[in-house]
Nanobody, 127 residues
Framework: QVQLVESGGGLVQAGDSLRLSCAASGRTFRNYAMGWFRQAPGKEREFVAGISWSGGYTVYADSVKGRFTISRDNAKNTVHLQMNSLKPEDTAVYYC????????????????????WGQGTQVTVSS
C-alpha cells in the first residue's frame, strides 16, 4: 500500500516556475515507478512525466518536454516535478501516481497502469 500526497501548486504568471512535490508513505516506495498526470477542466486526465523506480529513466509528454523535469529521492520517499516556463495551457490539477513496474528502465504512460493516486494539487497559470 502506498499513500501519496502532492504539494506545491499555486497561482503563477506565464513564464514563471513551480516545483511540485509528492510525498509517499510506505517502505516500498522504491519499488514503484512514479508518474505525474494532469487534468484540465472539461478534459481527460493526461500523462505529463514519469520516472522509473531506479530513477535512471524518464519520459515526458511532448507538450512539456524541455520545460518540465521529474526527479525522485528514494531515501526521502519523494518525487518532484520542476515546471519552468509555465504557460496558461499548463493550468490543471496535477496528480502523482505510483506504478508497480518491475523494470528499472521503463515507465508506463497509461492511467490504467498506475496503482495508487494522490488527491491532486491545483496549478493555475495566468497570461
Amino acid at each position: 500500500q502506498v499513500q501519496l500526497v502532492e504539494s506545491g501548486g499555486g497561482l503563477v504568471q506565464a513564464g514563471d516556475s513551480l516545483r511540485l512535490s509528492c510525498a509517499a508513505s510506505g517502505r516500498t516506495f522504491r519499488n514503484y515507478a512514479m508518474g505525474w498526470f494532469r487534468q484540465a477542466p472539461g478534459k481527460e486526465r493526461e500523462f505529463v512525466a514519469g520516472i522509473s523506480w531506479s530513477g535512471g529513466y524518464t519520459v515526458y509528454a511532448d507538450s512539456v518536454k524541455g520545460r518540465f523535469t521529474i526527479s525522485r529521492d528514494n531515501a526521502k520517499n519523494t518525487v518532484h516535478l520542476q515546471m519552468n516556463s509555465l504557460k496558461p495551457e499548463d493550468t490543471a490539477v496535477y496528480y502523482c501516481a505510483a506504478d508497480r513496474l518491475i523494470s528499472a528502465m521503463a515507465v508506463n504512460r497509461g492511467l490504467q497502469e498506475y496503482d495508487y493516486w494522490g488527491q491532486g494539487t491545483q496549478v493555475t497559470v495566468s497570461s
